[in-house]
Every structure is written in structure tokens, then in C-alpha cells.
């Protein structure tokens, strides 16, 4: 039998309903909905409700994606979870997602590759299902980022929010997902990260807690240059010209970045899906949160070539090419 592709049966996602606009933040730091929307694009974000968790988001999102899969949770043979904001250090989200869901006993994990978390779930369920070992797969990408944000650090929290995105995978002779590429570069550590945790422990030198440090302005400049080289190789690997892109669903960290890639593709802002504007940084779920959003506005139709791509903390970054 010929390799299996892995198909998009269904998309789902969600956001925590209180909206966080940035005449809010501006109340709170020196900053201004001026200088937010002109430097990133971001009008607003949403922020998870007290109590409710990455986990509470995930099955929210899995279970619409699940829905318009028309799969039930018991047909699942593999749960990814991508998330930087895990609800416990263990078990992983993506357990305890598999038993609300009903899914006990198929393989569950969560991936840690801060904001390329879902494409990261994206290339290893394509892998599982590209090998004959799944048929179906569901692959989150879920995040309350702004619990690690520190809310008097005007640089990096008017960036980020919190939200969900999930798909449904299954095996089928048809295209599918093309190609995935995924890659990381652990010497850029210090330009984006949370420099607390477990074994490192829980305050740092400076006697902070949990949160997000960032050289924004280096983080830009790799991000465009490796976006650009992600995207060079996926048309490459895949022989084909730019011009064969229906749409672009990039990772939404910022307009400006998003716009170079769009760019760099020769592809109108029309064809590019863009969320940014309402989301902010959703981390792991940006990507499937603008996959979502594209196909639920009937914007994104089947049969049209889709190009994915992330960029995150580690640095990590990949993409994926798929025909939907
Ligand atoms: N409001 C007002 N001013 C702010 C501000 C805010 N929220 N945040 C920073 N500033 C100030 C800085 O203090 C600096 O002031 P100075 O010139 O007096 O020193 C000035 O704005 C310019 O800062 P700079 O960092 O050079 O701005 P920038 O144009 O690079 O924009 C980012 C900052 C963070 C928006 C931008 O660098 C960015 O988006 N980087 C990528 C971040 C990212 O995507 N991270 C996640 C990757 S997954």
C-alpha cells in the first residue's frame, strides 16, 4: 500500500471571553494603543478567566475540532499537545485532555516548543501518520501565556494572549499534509525565554518568579531572516514556485513580521490569514487559532495549497506545507 498522507478532517478553536484592549493596558503601563497597534498590529488580546486553564481552552477547541471532524474522541490514536503554559508540571495537558475527552489509552503528550508548539505536533503526528501507526491523530496547540507575563513590563506584555486551535488528522491516500520542517537553534536562548522552573528553580537570581524576558528588536530581525529561510525550503523541497500559495497562515507575533513573509512570497495581505490584530501572541496556538479562522470564514477552501509557519522561544521554528 502507498504511504498514507495525513489529512485535515476538521478544525476547532477557542478564546476565553474577556478582551484585554490596549486603552486597558495603557492604564496600567507607559504605553499607548498608538504605539501597540504601529509596532505589532495588536488592537487586543484575550486573557483566560481566573481558574481557567490551558487545559480548559484545549478541550474547548479539541472538542469543536472534533465536531467538524465528525470523529468521535475513542477513534483518536494520538493526542500532541503543543504548549509552553502547561496546567501542571505533570501529568501533560495532553493527558489530562485525552481523559475529558473520553480518548484513554491512546498515545498523549505535550511538545514544548514555545510559539512552533503546534507545528512541532503538526510534523511528528504527519510522521506517525506517514509510517502507517496512526490513522487518527488530533494535534493542539493551547497556551495561557498571560499568566507568565509580568503585567508591569510594558515590552513584553502588551504582546501576548491566551487562546486554543486543534485539528483532526487522519490517514488517506489523498493529500494531505506535503511537507513539514522543523528546526532549533538552543544559542539563542537568552534573546527570548522564561528563566525559571523546576530544576532551576522557582525564583531567579534577581529573586523574580515566572516570566517572559525578550530582546524584542533582536528577536524581529532572526525571526524575518529564518521565516525567510523556512519558507525557501518548503518550496523547495516541495519544487514549487511561490506563486503556487493559496495562503499563508503564519505564526501571529507581529504584522510586521508577518508582512515581510507575505513579502518575501509575493502573496497580497488578502491571501495571508491574520489574527494578530484581535489574538496578540498566542504562543503554540496562534497558528491553528488563524487555520481555524480561515476555514470557518469560508476563506480557506478544500483543495487550496496552505503554508504554515512558526517562529519561538528556543529559538524553534519550522513550517508546513499541506493541500486542504
Ligand atoms: N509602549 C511604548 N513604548 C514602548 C513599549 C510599549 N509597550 N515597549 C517598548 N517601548 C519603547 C522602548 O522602551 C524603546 O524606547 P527608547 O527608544 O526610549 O529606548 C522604544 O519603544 C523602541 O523599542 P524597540 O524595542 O526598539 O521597539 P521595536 O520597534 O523593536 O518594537 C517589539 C518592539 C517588541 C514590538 C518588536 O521588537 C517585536 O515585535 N519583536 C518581536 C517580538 C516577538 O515576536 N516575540 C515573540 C516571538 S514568537
Not at 484575550?46 to 477513534?75: I, K, P, W, Y
Not at 493527558?95 to 475527552?101: E, T
Not at 476555514?295 to 508546513?320: H, N, P, Y
Request: proline residues 3%; glycine residues 10%.
Amino acid at each position: 500500500m502507498a504511504t498514507p498522507f495525513a489529512r485535515i478532517l476538521g478544525t476547532g478553536s477557542y478564546l476565553p471571553e474577556k478582551v484585554l484592549t490596549n486603552h486597558d493596558l495603557a492604564a496600567r503601563v507607559d504605553t499607548s494603543d498608538a504605539w501597540i497597534r504601529e509596532r505589532t498590529g495588536i488592537a487586543q488580546r484575550h486573557v483566560a478567566a481566573e481558574g481557567e486553564t490551558t487545559g480548559d481552552l484545549a478541550f474547548e477547541a479539541a472538542t469543536r475540532a472534533l465536531e467538524a471532524a465528525g470523529v468521535r474522541a475513542s477513534d483518536l490514536d494520538l493526542i500532541v499537545l503543543g504548549t509552553t503554559t502547561p496546567d501542571l508540571i505533570f501529568p501533560s495537558t495532553a493527558c489530562l485532555l485525552q481523559h475529558r475527552l473520553g480518548a484513554n489509552g491512546c498515545a498523549a503528550f505535550d511538545v514544548n516548543a514555545a510559539c512552533s508548539g503546534f507545528i512541532y505536533g503538526l510534523g511528528i503526528a504527519n510522521q506517525f501518520i506517514r509510517a502507517g501507526s496512526v490513522r487518527t491523530a488530533l494535534v493542539v496547540g493551547a497556551e495561557t501565556l498571560t499568566r507568565m507575563l509580568d503585567w508591569d513590563d510594558r515590552s513584553t506584555c502588551v504582546l501576548f494572549g491566551d487562546g486554543a486551535g486543534a485539528v483532526v488528522l487522519r490517514a488517506d491516500t489523498e493529500p494531505g499534509v506535503l511537507s513539514t520542517h522543523m528546526h532549533a537553534d538552543g544559542g539563542y536562548k537568552e534573546l527570548l525565554y522564561n528563566p525559571v522552573g523546576v530544576s532551576a528553580g522557582f525564583r531567579d537570581e534577581k529573586n523574580h518568579g515566572v516570566r517572559v524576558l525578550m530582546a524584542g528588536n533582536e528577536v524581529f530581525k532572526v525571526a524575518v531572516k529564518t521565516l525567510d529561510a523556512v519558507v525557501e525550503e518548503t518550496l523547495q523541497a516541495n519544487r514549487l514556485e511561490k506563486s503556487a500559495i493559496d495562503w499563508l497562515i503564519p505564526h501571529q507575533a507581529n504584522l510586521r513580521i508577518i508582512s515581510a513573509t507575505a513579502k518575501r512570497l509575493g502573496l497580497p495581505m488578502e491571501r495571508v490569514v491574520v489574527t494578530v490584530d484581535r489574538h496578540g501572541n498566542t504562543s503554540a496556538a496562534s497558528v491553528p487559532l488563524a487555520l481555524d479562522e480561515g476555514i470557518r470564514s469560508g476563506k480557506v477552501q478544500r483543495g487550496e495549497l496552505l503554508l504554515l509557519e512558526a517562529f519561538g522561544g528556543g529559538f524553534t521554528w519550522g513550517s508546513a506545507l499541506l493541500r486542504y
